[in-house]
């Protein structure tokens, strides 16, 4: 029996990846693709969703464009991570596959009513989230899973010291999703760094595999690898969306994990986009109230802190040897 899955993103060079660990994953049916403003503009990360899906031919699932921009803010890119289209600068050929006709946010919402127990995965900013649970809360209870690529639980940031790329573009809409009610799983940008990166030397396997699949997921991620080594120094493969998806796909790839208040800094340009966790559950300790009172009083949150990285691993080459 499959599991359905609703994806949103805004398909650059790790989205691509993760979609096609979603797509290879025996046990998962994946009912639509929906596209943010993010990484690209809302048109080239539909047709980077669509290249994907044709490489592994899963041309009938549909694609649907969504918002085109944050909810409040300017929108920006992320072009000299993923590269000027998203995948590495490889300017794949146009894909055969067309955009489906309406937009993401209604295609949420009928997707997850006609799908009541949906594993919902957000690789991208909150924006599409946001403006579905503010149109229809009644969606909120019927999303088993809400697998959130995004923010930091440990305050690196990608984009700024203390935010992560995707909530940072759209902090609103991350609040609004956040203190929604959908059963969140934090899978912050931390957990595909360090160990959980892909060495040269697992590079090398991944090419050796000798599958489309595997040699897309290396093209495609070239200034992704380059952008890395600039702003780390680190000689590895970073690949936090396809971590995400890892956990969506077998839970048990979060080694760690807790329930926390968690809300987002909307105010704040110094933390814009901040994912601010009680881990010590100050929030519930009536001898803080004097002190701080906080807006979200009670755990809304399940936060990865760690990963089973030789699992993680495994997965991917597993999803990437089909060709």
Not at 147 to 153: R, S
Not at 244 to 249: D, F, K, L, Q, V
Request: hydrophobic share 45%; proline share 7%; with cysteine.
């Amino acid at each position: 029996m499959t599991r359905p899955f609703l994806i949103d993103t805004d398909t650059a060079s790790d989205d691509a990846v993760a979609l096609i660990m979603a797509l290879r994953a025996p046990d998962v049916e994946v009912k639509a693709i929906t596209i943010v403003s993010g990484n690209v503009t809302v048109e080239q990360g539909t047709r980077n969703a669509l290249v994907t899906l044709e490489l592994c031919g899963a041309g009938h699932i549909p694609v649907y464009a969504g918002a085109d921009r944050p909810l409040l803010r300017e929108p920006e890119r992320a072009e000299w991570f993923h590269g000027a289209d998203g995948m590495g600068n490889q300017y794949y050929p146009e894909p055969q596959g067309k955009v489906a006709p309406g937009h993401a946010v209604d295609a949420l919402i009928e997707t997850i009513k006609a799908n009541p127990g949906i594993t919902l995965v957000t690789l991208g900013p909150l924006t599409n989230i946001g403006l579905a649970v503010a149109r229809a809360p009644e969606i909120v209870p019927l999303v088993s899973r809400c697998v959130v690529m995004g923010g930091t639980a440990w305050a690196v940031g990608n984009v700024t010291p203390a935010a992560e790329f995707n909530i940072w573009q759209d902090p609103e809409a991350a609040r609004m999703a956040f203190r929604s009610g959908l059963p969140i799983e934090m899978v912050g940008w931390e957990l595909c760094r360090f160990d959980a990166g892909l060495t040269l030397a697992e590079m090398d396997h991944v090419r050796s595999l000798n599958t489309r699949p595997a040699h897309f997921t290396l093209d495609c991620n070239r200034s992704a690898l380059e952008a890395v080594f600039v702003q780390s120094g680190a000689l590895s493969l970073e690949l936090p969306d396809p971590v995400a998806m890892a956990t969506a796909i077998d839970p048990s790839i979060c080694a760690r994990k807790s329930r926390h208040a968690v809300d987002i800094e909307t105010q704040s340009e110094l933390t814009r986009g901040m994912t601010v966790i009680d881990q010590l559950d100050n929030a519930g300790d009536e001898r803080n109230r004097p002190h701080w009172r906080p807006v979200l009083e009670r755990a809304n949150v399940t936060v990865c802190w760690e990963i089973d990285v030789l699992r993680w691993k495994q997965m991917l080459y597993e999803a990437l040897a089909v060709d």
